[in-house]
């Protein structure tokens, strides 16, 4: 059965830092990774999708690695901001299932200024 | 270009009342995914649903809910005689494919039972 884990659980840095947050899921066999963004009430925003023939994605300030054989998917925020303030969730979507997301628990991120 | 449209944004009922929940998908998308959040766990899978087929409820509780898609309309998750366990957020997801292309959430619809 697939599971997810994000650590930390929650993290808070002064603005202006660059950070890691990190994914790792139990059973390689995956078909994509999926990172979103989380506001308080709010839905979910897709970030960045990696293909499991993919080793990263990069849009702006956000670089997503992937390594299938370990399990582990790891998201760089370059040069943080107040505004990244959220909870940041990984969702693999299993090769086999095919449909179905699942998620880790999130990683909930303070910038403060 | 609307995003997923979900509504209502809160609702509350009492035990015993039914729960009604709507998604229209973003434009072009044929594929819906409903996700339950409850407190302090992650979003969790429910259904998956085609317009007219439902195609994968494994994540769906055996009793009480229910979800269609029907080829006019929004995409409707129903909840009958609710309890309080089931209060949570619940998000709608939808995709134009299957596998490689991701799946875009609405804002989720907050139930509340009293």
């Known amino acids: 059965k697939q599971e997810v884990t994000q650590i930390p659980a929650a993290l808070s840095v002064p603005e202006g830092e660059n950070l890691v947050l990190n994914c790792s899921f139990t059973?390689?066999?995956?078909?994509?990774l999926q990172w979103f963004r989380q506001d308080p009430g709010k839905g979910l925003t897709s970030l960045l999708l990696i293909q499991s023939s993919q080793r990263e994605q990069t849009s702006g300030r956000l670089n997503a690695s992937l390594d299938k054989s370990s399990g582990r998917s790891t998201l760089y925020i370059a040069a943080s901001q107040p505004g990244d303030s959220a909870t940041y969730l990984c969702?693999?979507?299993?090769?086999?299932?095919?449909?179905?997301?699942?998620f880790g628990k999130g990683t909930a991120l303070s910038v403060s200024s | 270009n609307a995003g997923v449209m979900q509504n209502p944004r809160h609702l509350v009922r009492r035990r015993g009342q039914e729960a009604r929940l709507r998604c229209s998908p973003m434009k072009g998308h044929s594929h819906v995914y409903w996700y339950r959040q409850l407190p302090e766990e992650g979003l969790k899978f429910m259904v998956y649903l085609q317009k007219e087929n439902i195609i994968d409820e494994s994540g769906m509780p055996k009793e009480r809910f229910s979800a269609e898609f029907p080829k006019e309309g929004p995409s409707i998750l129903r909840i009958q005689q609710v309890v309080r366990g089931d209060s949570a957020a619940y998000f709608c997801?939808?995709?134009?494919?299957?596998?490689?292309?991701?799946?875009?959430f609405g804002d989720g619809t907050r139930l509340s039972i009293l």
């Open positions: 997801a939808s995709s134009p494919f299957r596998g490689d292309q991701p799946q875009h």
């Open positions: 969702a693999v979507r299993p090769g086999q299932a095919g449909t179905a997301l699942i």
């Open positions: 059973d390689s066999a995956i078909y994509n």
